[in-house]
């Protein structure tokens, strides 16, 4: 069975920093591609950031480009965001999420962490 638990979200202030974690079991964790996706209040889930297995290929949304950074750790099972220069916009909760492709997220999720960001 599958599981993706997220962690590191809480309240921040606009500039500010956090890490989000996302340990991952139950599947062949270097064999993922692993991604974080994101929905604010009253909006749509928006991809964030995805990392391909193997080569550890990057995508990002235009949104976050050159603040936020995916990275994986394949000997832990563990995925993170790193989240710089953080805005108010950026306030939603965060998925984990395994299998996808570039900004197509696969078929598991994690139950998210809630970032909020303060003016």
């Known amino acids: 069975q599958v599981q993706l638990v997220e962690s590191g979200g809480e309240l921040v202030q606009a500039g500010g920093s956090l890490r989000l974690s996302c340990a991952a079991s139950?599947?062949?964790?270097?064999?993922?591609?692993m991604g974080w996706f994101r929905r604010a209040p009253g909006k749509e889930r928006e991809f964030v950031a995805t990392i391909s297995w193997g080569a550890g290929r990057t995508y990002y949304a235009d949104s976050v480009k050159g603040r936020f950074t995916i990275s994986k750790d394949n000997a832990k099972n563990t995925a993170y965001l790193q989240m710089n220069s953080l805005k108010p916009d950026d306030t939603a909760v965060y998925y984990c999420n395994a299998g996808g492709s570039s900004s197509y997220p696969g078929i598991y999720w994690g139950q998210g962490t809630q970032v909020t960001v303060s003016s």
């Open positions: 139950g599947l062949t964790f270097s064999s993922y591609t």
